[in-house]
């Protein structure tokens, strides 16, 4: 049976009973487009979507004909509703735009921010794929990027699983603190998390040395056709734990032509599979999430008479350049104060690094008269020095990030701009492993 059919039918028994009966809200609802991405788009000829682009492109595709769905649907809120979801949300998941799109076109901006050219098989719109190439990666580019980049090289393998987790989030931000209706993207979380856990856990399992092998083949000697990886975390775990072994080591490829990118399951030593079992598991941390089960927030007792207040929570598991990092997450609002309170346990091979990050989202102040929306953000971490698995030491860094939206005319329309500048270290949707200012502006649409 096709993978994607089988998570298809996970997720239907998992929420059939869930949200889909509740009302829909007054609420607040968006889509963000950041037109620019610096230095991303500029850092070699113009190079496009960046990563914060190609999140919200998805994000924005999928509120926008959610929305449309719920309104055409709007009489019959249970059977027809959600199969229009299902449906709708099958089909899109590998169309461009779709989290499909998102993953893959994540890969490609690690390689970009670098030059290395690439091209997202998702535009050839093969809907029934089981798996979707990054294709068009030379052989050299690759060996470049391992033999002096590492850390990026391990970045490159998890990133796709990366965006899945940071488009969920972000769904689950949008309906905490603008109250937008959980039922709208519902569906597509819960099969973007279990197509990202399962991808996990399967390679793990022999399974991965059939599909690999399987790959090969259909690859031939046709090098622009391979992937740039083959299955993402059995390469993540090989290059995470072996960062000086030269890129040819992985040997010729089983045609005879080119480098055998591929790494099995059966390559790797017996530490290694332990460690890629253990991150398979740590996955399920994903699930632990009021939210997806239908509950948007807990109301706090009003003990000073101030006013009500709302809390939610969600557990994150990442993947990240030099192991994990599994966070806790803690969603507050209170009148038009948003909080997002973040705790960080990275962790490499052994040892275990704290982290921290506080951000403020769409506070309103008054400038001239004119409202206007403001974010701010600061985070404070510990990670392995060198971004290296087997490194005891630890290397301190931190990230600040501020911006505003402006009403225009057309209240409708928002224009926005936002920085943040950050020292060495992985930051969760951030691009840049080393020290980092970036920029970004673009438009805000109400729907």
């Known amino acids: 049976m096709n993978r994607k059919i089988r998570l298809i039918i996970i997720t239907i028994v998992l929420i059939s009973a869930n949200a889909y009966a509740q009302d829909q809200n007054n609420s607040y609802n968006y889509i963000k487009l950041p037109v620019i991405e610096t230095p ?53 998941f590998t169309l461009p735009g779709g989290p499909a799109w998102l993953h893959e076109e994540w ?62 989030r972000e769904y689950r931000r949008d309906s905490f603190f603008n109250t937008r209706p959980i039922r709208y993207e519902l569906f597509q979380m819960w099969l973007t998390l279990i197509n990202s856990s399962y991808y996990v856990i399967m390679c793990g ?51 005879g032509t080119g480098i055998d990118r591929y790494i099995k399951y059966s390559d790797l030593s017996d530490s290694e599979k332990k460690y890629l079992k253990k991150t398979g598991w740590l996955t399920l941390l994903n699930f632990i999430s009021p939210q997806l089960f239908g509950i948007e927030r807990f109301a706090l007792p009003d ?15 990442h993947l990240t350049s030099f192991g994990n990092d599994i966070i806790l997450s803690l969603l507050y609002k209170k009148d038009d104060l948003n909080i997002e309170t973040s705790f960080h346990c990275y962790n490499n091979e052994k040892n275990y690094f704290p982290g921290m990050e506080i951000a403020v989202k769409r506070y309103p102040v008054s400038i001239f008269r004119r409202e206007i929306y403001t974010d701010c953000k600061i985070m404070a971490y510990s990670q ?17 990030g501020a911006g505003f939206s402006i009403p225009l005319p057309d209240k409708d329309i928002e224009f926005f701009i936002e920085g943040d500048a950050k020292s060495d270290g992985w930051i969760e949707g951030n691009l840049y492993l080393g020290q980092s200012i970036q920029m970004r502006s673009g438009i805000i649409i109400h729907i």
């Open 40 to 92: 991303y788009n500029f850092s070699s000829g113009y190079s496009f979507p960046g990563m914060s682009q190609s999140l919200f492109i998805t994000a924005g595709v999928s509120k926008a004909t959610h929305q449309v769905i719920y309104g055409l649907f709007e009489q019959d809120k249970n059977c027809l509703q959600f199969a229009a979801f299902v449906i709708w949300d099958y089909f899109l």
């Open 107 to 168: 890969h490609r901006a690690v390689m970009g921010q670098y030059g290395i050219d690439s091209y997202n098989d998702v535009y050839k719109f093969d809907l029934f794929a089981d798996t979707i190439a990054v294709s068009h990666v030379k052989d050299e580019d690759l060996a470049y990027l391992k033999e002096n980049h590492n850390p990026d090289m391990v970045r490159l393998a998890e990133a796709g699983n990366e965006t899945e987790i940071e488009l969920t």
């Open 205 to 255: 399992t022999d399974e991965a040395d059939t599909m690999t092998e399987q790959m090969n083949h259909d690859d031939g000697t046709d090098i622009p056709k391979r992937d740039f990886t083959g299955l993402d975390f059995t390469a993540w775990i090989y290059d995470l734990s072996r960062p000086d072994e030269l890129y040819s080591a992985r040997g010729v490829h089983p045609s």
């Open 303 to 317: 003990t000073s008479g101030s006013g009500s207040s709302q809390l939610n929570f969600m557990m994150i598991h």
């Open 384 to 400: 392995p020095e060198d971004q290296e698995f087997r490194e005891d030491d630890s290397e301190p860094g931190g990230m600040i």
